[in-house]
């Protein structure tokens, strides 16, 4: 793969960005899980008082760049550091361009924003099934916390809790 090109994304890549979003829900073999819509993309990741942020990666810096991956990712906070952290929650490169380092070039990318930002840590999720992500990982260092189980609240379970 020829040098690929990461910048923040900007509002007018929302389309682009929620392709990505339900290729990646297709790869985790939720293809029907994706409730969000292009509006919610723009709400949560471009309007006021956003904290979520995302980025594109390009296969290289030409104007007709095609653009081959994205991340979204938002800042945490850990009280034992006093430092906030970088929580990547979505990487996805498209399946033809994987294994030419678009998603070490993306986590890269992402490591040097938590540096700029003074972050703590970096840290993301993976599903146990999924071995090519796992194996990725394993191979620029990151180490698994197993003894770290995450519990979630959604849906009506949140709404019935709340009350």
Known sequence: ?????????????????????????????EPD?????EQDIERTLFGEGATAHSVICFDSEAPN???????VYFFNYSTWLG??????????VSEDKRGR?????????????????DCGRFEWVVLDWNKPAIDF???????????WIIYRLDGEQLHQFAQ
């Open 101 to 117: 380092g678009a998603g070490k070039a993306l986590m890269q990318f992402l490591a040097r924003r938590a540096i700029e930002k």
């Open 33 to 37: 899980a994706v409730t969000a819509t």
């Open 65 to 71: 760049a095609e653009p081959i991956g994205f991340a």
């Open 137 to 147: 990982y394993e191979s620029i260092g990151a180490q698994a916390q197993g003894e």
């Open 83 to 92: 430092r906030n952290g970088l929580y990547l929650e979505d990487l996805y």
């Open 1 to 29: 793969m020829s040098q690929v090109f990461i910048r923040d994304a900007v509002i007018n890549d929302v389309p682009l960005i929620y392709h990505f979003i339900n290729q990646l829900a297709i790869y985790e073999k």
